[in-house]
């Protein structure tokens, strides 16, 4: 088995995203982010820190928003509007998910396509989807780029989502067909789910629950990515795969923590020094 180094290979990408960075600024342009948080979720707070430090170890310059659990919609459209036309700001990120009085589609509809680094802008996923340049939302993304730079061939190979969000299962699938991989798509209502699994290459799990993929689901030898991260009691983190049974079985496989989490970061910042390029 095979153990894919998320953080390894994020850790190269940043650094490709730095070296990119300092070239930009040496020819005087400078990147910044915008991130928005909305209220005090424990676990947002984390993954807004993890972008902010990824920003200043890229040379990003990152401007936070911290608002308010009750702010109104109105108010984070208007900081939106503002933020789309400051020619400073090359990207705009809107941490989700959003206090429930606010309707995130209608924040991420009212981000520009051109600073929409999240890629989850109807034009952005538009763009994916007849294979038109664009921004990748950075899981889906950044799952790709694991699975490439492990060396893992995807040509022809069967490859299996679990899962079909508009953040990951279905940008997840379009990015495979992109690489020519014969791609299905699994989630709830799938019938005979662990037969399917068991026949892919490549079984990429967003599903959304503790350790559900267990060995039973996999093919000697084949690839598994997780992309779900969940947190036990007492704080560990764990993923929508059960690692520990899994691992002897699959041919390479990603862990939770170090695996897809950390490109997610990588590929937010890879997005935001290509806005630059617009
Ligand atoms: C790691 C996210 C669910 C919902 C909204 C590194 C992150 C996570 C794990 C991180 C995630 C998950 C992010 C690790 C950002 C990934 O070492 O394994 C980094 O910061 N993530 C997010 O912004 O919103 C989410 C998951």
């Known amino acids: 088995m095979k153990l894919i180094d998320g953080k390894a290979i994020s850790q190269q990408i940043k650094d490709e995203v730095k070296d990119k960075v300092a070239k930009m600024k040496a020819e005087g ?16 707070a984390v993954y807004v820190g993890n972008k902010k430090k990824a ?22 459209l208007a900081l939106i509007d503002e933020l789309n036309n400051r ?27 051109d600073k929409d680094v999240d890629g989850f802008h109807p034009v952005s996923v538009g763009r994916l989807s007849i294979g038109e340049k664009g921004f990748l939302p950075c899981t889906p ?14 040509e022809g190979k069967h490859c299996v989502v679990i899962g079909r969000s508009n953040i990951v299962g279905k940008p997840m699938a379009l990015l495979m067909l992109r690489e020519n991989a014969t791609v299905t ?44 991260i969940h947190r036990l009691e007492g704080k560990k983190l764990c993923g929508d795969v059960d690692f520990d049974d ?25 997005n935001c020094a290509e806005s630059l390029e617009a």
């Open 29 to 44: 342009k400078e990147v910044a982010l915008a991130v928005i948080l909305v209220g005090d979720d424990p676990a947002s």
């Open 55 to 76: 920003c200043e170890y890229t040379g990003i310059r990152s401007e936070s928003y911290e608002l308010p659990a009750d702010t109104s919609q109105e108010k984070v």
């Open 87 to 113: 020619e400073d700001i090359q990207g705009i990120l809107v941490q989700l998910p959003l206090p429930k009085q606010i309707d995130e589609k209608a924040v991420i509809d009212a981000i520009s396509p």
């Open 141 to 154: 993304a950044g799952v790709i780029e694991l699975i490439k730079r492990s060396g893992i061939e995807t």
């Open 185 to 228: 798509i699994c989630h709830s209502r799938t019938k005979d789910l662990k037969e399917i699994c068991k026949s892919a290459d490549i079984l990429i799990a967003a599903v959304g629950k503790p350790k559900m993929v267990d060995r039973s689901y996999v093919k000697e030898g084949a690839c598994v990515i997780d992309v779900g």
């Open 246 to 270: 899994v691992k002897d079985v699959a041919g390479a496989i990603t862990p939770v923590p170090g695996g897809v989490g950390p490109m997610t970061i990588a590929m937010l910042m890879k």
